[in-house]
């Protein structure tokens, strides 16, 4: 590549995204400085991108500038906060070509413009292809939805058709043939995710707990449960699944990518009984795209019953980076 580390910044990150009123200084400085309202906590996440690890190495380069903004908006969807500015570390291997810059910043730059997200800041390295954002954004103090407050009775929804993008890659990377209209489905599904910001915000006041799904359903709702200290049980037959991914694997598999695959980016929350009726007539799920698919228990652990109350057994429950 011939451009400079700083002629590269200049031209593909200094105006990314959209500009905001709060940014008192973006790329250019030691550090940004960004004018946080008063009356609300700031939210901070962050996540990484790695090539080989969590997308294959010859995706399109728009697709990685989407999903590494996208799995950290997820993050802030999932506390009902909302999004504001974005920092982007990049290690970049020698042999990136201009072309794939382009791509990759335009979008990073598409997803941060829908979410009104200012781009203010970041590292450039070179090195192998990584990409790690940093977001920020904030919450009327003290109404985040966080992962800890479920209690046994309340009820368990997830957003969308979780399972798609495990076909998605699957489809990606050779392992899956599927129909025409199916893998094409599936692997937008996967390359281009949809953080569910709207459904996180309006959550707030509704929902008693919230995690976004990255790791695979069962094992992130696991992870509700248990930080809530109790436990959950999913219905089998309610998990929701999209007709492509049932025509790409067949129902039974199609469910089980639904409860351990990941990638999904969906939202699952819990509602107390006594707030149900209100969310279904001020969020009405068809409207919404959210569905009830189990209750939280008293005694913990993460299960999965039939209609007909038998237990089904899955060889995980999730994604786990240091898994043997
Ligand atoms: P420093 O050496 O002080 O860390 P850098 O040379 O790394 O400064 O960065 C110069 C400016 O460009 C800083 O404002 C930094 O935040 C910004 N920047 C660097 N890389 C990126 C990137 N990939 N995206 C957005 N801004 C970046
Ligand atoms: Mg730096």
Not at 173 to 178: F, K, P, S, T, V
Request: charged letters at 20%.
């Amino acid at each position: 590549m011939s451009l400079s580390e700083f002629a590269l910044i200049d031209r593909y990150f200094r105006n990314c995204g959209i500009k905001r009123a709060d940014v008192r200084l973006g790329v250019g400085d030691d550090a940004a400085l960004l004018d946080s309202p008063a009356g609300c906590d700031l939210v901070a996440a962050i996540d990484t991108l790695v090539s080989g690890i969590h997308f294959p190495p010859a995706s399109p380069a728009a697709s990685i500038g989407h999903r590494v903004l996208a799995v950290n908006l997820s993050d802030l969807a999932a506390m009902g906060a909302t999004p504001a500015w974005a920092l982007l570390a990049l290690t970049l291997p020698t042999n990136i070509d201009e072309p794939w810059l382009d791509e990759f910043a335009a979008g990073f730059a598409a997803l941060a413009r829908s979410h009104d997200v200012a781009l203010v800041g970041g590292d450039t390295t070179s090195g192998p292809l990584c990409a790690t954002v940093q977001i920020l954004g904030h919450v009327p103090r003290s109404q985040a939805l966080l992962r800890s407050g479920a209690r046994p009775g309340d009820l368990v929804f997830v957003s969308g058709t979780p399972g798609d993008a495990a076909g998605g890659l699957a489809v990606e990377q050779g392992r899956l043939n599927a129909p025409t209209d199916a893998a094409t489905y599936l692997r937008k599904r996967f390359l281009y995710p949809t953080p569910r910001m709207a459904l996180g915000k309006s959550l707030r006041g509704y929902a008693s707990a919230c995690i976004d799904v990255s790791d695979g359903l069962l094992g992130d709702v696991g992870k509700l449960a248990h930080a809530s200290g109790c436990g959950v049980e999913l219905t089998y037959e309610a998990i929701p699944v999209s007709e492509a991914l049932v025509e790409a694997v067949g129902d039974e598999r199609a469910r089980e990518l639904a409860l351990t695959g990941g990638d999904d980016y969906e939202l699952c929350f819990t509602v107390s009984p006594a707030n149900v009726g209100k969310l279904r007539q001020e969020l009405p799920p068809e409207r919404w795209g959210y569905g009830l698919i189990g209750a939280m228990r008293g005694a913990p652990g993460a299960m999965v019953k039939t209609d007909q109350g038998n237990v089904m057994e899955f060889s995980h429950s999730g994604y786990d980076h240091f898994r043997k």
